[in-house]
């Protein structure tokens, strides 16, 4: 019982490694890491760590051309204008993506505003700038077997770090069909480069903490329908990050008061 404990703890703990986006495209739930978990490893050792059953991100794989585009304009609209946009709807989604999977450099903050017209004619003030570099897109998608398509996105903040401007482009993940798409090879791998990595979400995870069948045995081993990180195809249920110290902390002090009563039965 107390190694079923230590393993839940464990477990418990180990689901804060990677934060994840829970999005719906068509009608499908998707889990998709942020580009922390990913940032600067080239797509080459990515896949070897995709097909390893024993690592954290297996049963994730590269969101295709198509898939990253429905991402995006579940975020914002795009008029297939390639430059920076003020429009406000599109300054707000994009800023909301940025937010949810992580810009992947920031440059350092300024105290002064300069003037920049964007492509769909806003006047906006700009200060500081926040882009994104990520590996997409199926094998074989971006130019040859050896490539991945590359998406970049940018925002613009002022010296108050309010979002006023975002960065759209056809070949870098918002037209799937477009010839002139962005690419690199898959052994090169930088600091501020990260990858779009994805998993369905599936109707019948029962998700942890909450209950349910787990699909085997559970702590200690066995099939969990991949419910939880490290295992397979699935998705886990992640608890808010406050919750987990306090569970954490729980289930140890359960090992401890039955090391007590156990210590206790021997003296007694």
């Given at each position: 019982?107390?190694?079923?404990?230590?393993?839940?703890?464990?477990?418990?703990?180990?689901?804060?490694?990677?934060?994840?986006?829970?999005?719906?495209?068509?009608?499908?739930?998707?889990?998709?890491?942020?580009?922390?978990?990913?940032?600067?490893?080239?797509?080459?050792?990515?896949?070897?760590?995709?097909?390893?059953?024993?690592?954290?991100?297996?049963?994730?794989?590269?969101?295709?051309?198509?898939?990253?585009?429905?991402?995006?304009?579940?975020?914002?609209?795009?008029?297939?204008?390639?430059?920076?946009?003020?429009?406000?709807?599109?300054?707000?989604?994009?800023?909301?993506?940025?937010?949810?999977?992580?810009?992947?450099?920031?440059?350092?903050?300024?105290?002064?505003?300069?003037?920049?017209?964007?492509?769909?004619?806003?006047?906006?003030?700009?200060?500081?700038?926040?882009?994104?570099?990520?590996?997409?897109?199926?094998?074989?998608?971006?130019?040859?077997?050896?490539?991945?398509?590359?998406?970049?996105?940018?925002?613009?903040?002022?010296?108050?770090?309010?979002?006023?401007?975002?960065?759209?482009?056809?070949?870098?993940?918002?037209?799937?069909s477009y010839y002139r798409v962005s690419y690199l090879s898959f052994d090169r791998d930088r600091g501020d480069y990260s990858s779009f990595l994805v998993r369905e979400f599936p109707d019948d995870?029962?998700?942890?903490?909450?209950?349910?069948?787990?699909?085997?045995?559970?702590?200690?081993?066995?099939?969990?329908?991949?419910?939880?990180?490290?295992?397979g195809n699935g998705h886990a249920s992640v608890p808010e990050p406050g919750t987990l110290p306090l569970l954490a902390l729980g289930l140890a002090g359960l090992v401890g008061i039955r090391k007590?009563?156990?210590?206790?039965?021997?003296?007694?």
């Amino acid at each position: 019982m107390i190694k079923k404990i230590i393993a839940l703890v464990g477990l418990t703990l180990s689901l804060t490694a990677n934060a994840v986006v829970i999005n719906n495209i068509n009608g499908i739930d998707y889990e998709w890491l942020e580009l922390a978990a990913t940032a600067g490893h080239s797509r080459e050792g990515m896949n070897m760590r995709l097909q390893d059953e024993e690592d954290e991100l297996y049963g994730y794989e590269y969101a295709s051309r198509s898939l990253l585009k429905d991402l995006l304009f579940s975020y914002a609209p795009w008029d297939g204008i390639n430059e920076f946009h003020g429009e406000p709807s599109v300054v707000a989604g994009m800023s909301k993506f940025f937010d949810d999977f992580g810009a992947t450099y920031v440059a350092p903050p300024l105290d002064t505003n300069f003037i920049m017209i964007t492509a769909d004619g806003y006047t906006v003030l700009i200060s500081s700038l926040r882009h994104m570099y990520a590996h997409y897109g199926a094998t074989g998608e971006c130019v040859g077997e050896r490539f991945s398509c590359l998406f970049y996105s940018a925002i613009y903040v002022d010296k108050d770090s309010t979002v006023t401007t975002a960065y759209q482009y056809a070949g870098g993940g918002w037209d799937d069909s477009y010839y002139r798409v962005s690419y690199l090879s898959f052994d090169r791998d930088r600091g501020d480069y990260s990858s779009f990595l994805v998993r369905e979400f599936p109707d019948d995870c029962p998700g942890f903490p909450g209950g349910g069948n787990t699909g085997g045995e559970f702590p200690g081993g066995g099939n969990t329908n991949g419910c939880f990180p490290g295992g397979g195809n699935g998705h886990a249920s992640v608890p808010e990050p406050g919750t987990l110290p306090l569970l954490a902390l729980g289930l140890a002090g359960l090992v401890g008061i039955r090391k007590f009563r156990k210590s206790q039965s021997i003296n007694s």
